[in-house]
């Protein structure tokens, strides 16, 4: 049984892209666990505070095209190395969707009115969410309220999460 | 059922199709720089597989930080040189033989029509300007394609891209690229590769459709593909002329990757250009744009001419015509980076080097450097660019800082006043 579950924040924004989330400055370190401190530590949103905000969250929530920009898998890195291990959004980027799962990390897409109701319920009280990927079931808790959302992955998509990651993945395949 | 670009490419290069979804794809190349690819040469080491899967299809660059600026980026630099020696990649491009992956690769001849390549740099679909599809990916992506010389990529789903009626002066391959980018958003072509066509396209150099296949991605596209033709050829003949007997051989063997003339397209949009103003970006997404003459007046702090984009010389040209025998504004700094060694050697031939130094402009080694704010032209906090680059995303050449992305004309008339301005070259 492969899951994952965290508290969430909920990033109100589309097109969050890669720079925001980890800086180019930082792109001259080697060791993916150096990107921790960094994660979006430029991104400015209203009433976001990167040092605050990114503790004990282990999902992140937010609107479309979410990754675009550089291929920079330090962004997946800088999430994992903060213990997020999976981003639900509208919609995502292709490199930055691609690399979630090659980390063996989920990135997850909903319609606009399952995000929408994560959002709401976020603001009233913590939102605590687990992901099983083996049901393709979301149990989303807020306060008194405990919901089920289901997502689709792909069968590819599942094994390379499962697998751990691409490289496995291929070295066991190709 | 009639096939594009894509998809002609994709069937002669698949390995597996796993599930049936995703295409796993043999690759002609993978390119690496010293940003993302020292993280997957060690990460392969981890795992006791430190192997290429063969020397002569990977092709490296140290391009980004170069020189190095302090001991971190030396280290970017030794771990990818250690590696292009110990497994014999003949293809390793130093310091003073390196400049920025997407004007070098192409320019020493490794693309061909109908080739897979990957790098992990987005801006690696500047090489669908060949008619190769080419993509950005990331570092476990580069990793595997390294080890395997294989990568996944979904059903390439194609938005063809007709660009009619014919340039004014001073309107350029830039100024087309962000018409797109600015009709069709910035997710606009995400998950898909955009076939570029028309007669706009057909009249461009190889070095026009670089410049706009290399902003595809600013669309969220896979990979921006021209179509092979007479142009593509002439640029490729130094390095194919012993493959074939006349450039007409080498056509029609190209013509293999041409769409069908019943190819099934996710979406066909035509733009005409016939009145395309100089156009510019004004917020934080690459799909914020206007005319320059919406934007006239806004200062500029720095002007930045150079990068994948627009780092070539028929940019350089264009710039030095704008800017011979004028000096830039006082208020501002200008730099010029040549995006190779050799476009740096032809400037300086041309007197294009001469003519930018007497105008004030400050002229750099090739390298990435100040447009992802790395090195080489950062911006301070409040400071505004004007840059031929690709991304105004915030922050992107400095924290705190704005870019105004342009073409090359515009970012040299805007060195002379100090303001976005037209240039010259464009009268209307």
């Known amino acids: 049984m492969t899951s994952f579950c965290g508290t969430t924040l909920c990033l109100d924004r589309s097109d969050i892209n890669t720079d925001e989330i980890i800086p180019a400055r930082y792109l001259t370190e080697i060791e993916k666990t150096a990107m921790g401190p960094h994660l979006m530590e430029d991104l400015e949103l209203e009433g976001f505070d990167p040092k605050q905000d990114l503790k004990e969250i282990g999902v992140l929530v937010a609107r479309r095209n979410f990754g675009c920009g550089s291929s920079r898998e330090h962004a997946p890195w800088a999430l994992e190395a903060n213990g997020i291990h999976v981003v639900i959004a509208e919609s995502f980027a292709r490199i930055f969707y691609q690399n979630m799962f090659n980390c063996g990390m989920l990135a997850i897409t909903l319609n606009t009115k399952q995000i929408d109701r994560l959002f709401q319920a976020a603001a009233v009280s913590p939102l605590h969410v687990a992901v099983d990927v083996d049901t393709g079931k979301i149990q989303a808790t807020a306060g008194p309220d405990t919901w089920t959302i289901p997502f689709a992955l792909t069968g590819f998509e599942k094994a390379l999460v499962q697998a751990g990651g691409w490289v496995e993945y291929a070295d066991q395949n190709y | ?428």
């Open chain 2, 1 to 428: 059922m009639g096939k594009t670009i894509a998809q002609k490419i994709f069937n002669s290069h698949l390995v597996d199709q796993p599930f049936g979804e995703v295409n796993v794809l043999r690759l002609d190349r993978v390119f690496c720089h010293e940003i993302t690819t020292p993280t997957a040469i060690q990460d392969l080491v981890a795992r006791g597989r430190d192997r290429v899967f063969d020397p002569d299809k990977i092709k490296a660059v140290i391009d980004h930080v170069t020189p190095a600026k302090d001991a971190k980026t030396a280290l970017q630099g030794k771990i990818l040189r250690d590696w292009a020696r110990r497994h014999a990649i003949s293809d390793f491009f130093d310091i003073g033989r390196n400049g920025v992956c997407h004007a070098i690769f192409p320019e020493k001849g490794f693309v061909r029509p109908g080739f897979v390549i990957i790098m992990g740099d987005s801006h690696t679909c500047t090489h669908g300007a060949f008619g190769a599809f080419a993509a950005g990916v990331g570092t476990t992506d580069l990793a595997v394609g390294i080890l395997k010389g294989v990568c996944a990529f979904k059903k390439p789903d194609t938005l063809k891209i007709e660009i009619i009626g014919t340039l004014l002066p001073g309107v350029f391959a830039k100024d087309v690229i962000l018409e797109v980018i600015r009709k069709i958003t910035v997710n606009g072509a995400t998950n898909k590769v955009i076939e570029f066509c028309g007669p706009v396209v057909d009249a461009m150099s190889m070095e026009a459709r670089m410049t706009m296949s290399n902003m595809a991605v600013e669309a969220g596209a896979t990979s921006g593909i021209c179509r092979p033709d007479r142009v593509t050829v002439e640029y490729l003949w130094p390095f194919i002329k012993d493959d074939y007997p006349d450039r007409q051989a080498a056509l029609e063997n190209f013509s293999r990757f041409m769409p069908d003339a019943d190819a099934v397209y996710a979406e066909h949009k035509i733009i005409d250009v016939k009145n395309l103003p100089p156009l510019v970006t004004f917020g934080y997404k690459p799909d914020n744009v206007k005319p320059v003459s919406d934007m006239a007046g806004t200062r500029v702090d720095q002007v930045y001419i150079g990068s994948c984009t627009n780092g070539r010389i028929e940019d350089l040209r264009v710039a030095a015509q704008v800017v011979r025998g004028e000096k830039i504004a006082e208020s501002v700094r200008a730099i010029v980076s040549p995006a190779t060694p050799e476009v740096f050697s032809q400037a300086l031939e041309e007197g294009l080097i001469k003519i930018f130094m007497d105008a004030g402009f400050c002229v750099t080694n090739p390298t990435c450097g100040a447009c992802l704010g790395m090195s080489n032209g950062v911006l301070a906090s409040g400071e505004v660019a004007a840059a031929t680059t690709n991304r105004n995303f915030n922050g992107r050449m400095g924290k705190g800082g704005m870019v105004h992305l342009m073409s090359p004309a515009t970012a040299a008339a805007t060195a002379l006043t100090g303001a976005i301005t037209n240039s010259h070259l464009f009268e209307n």
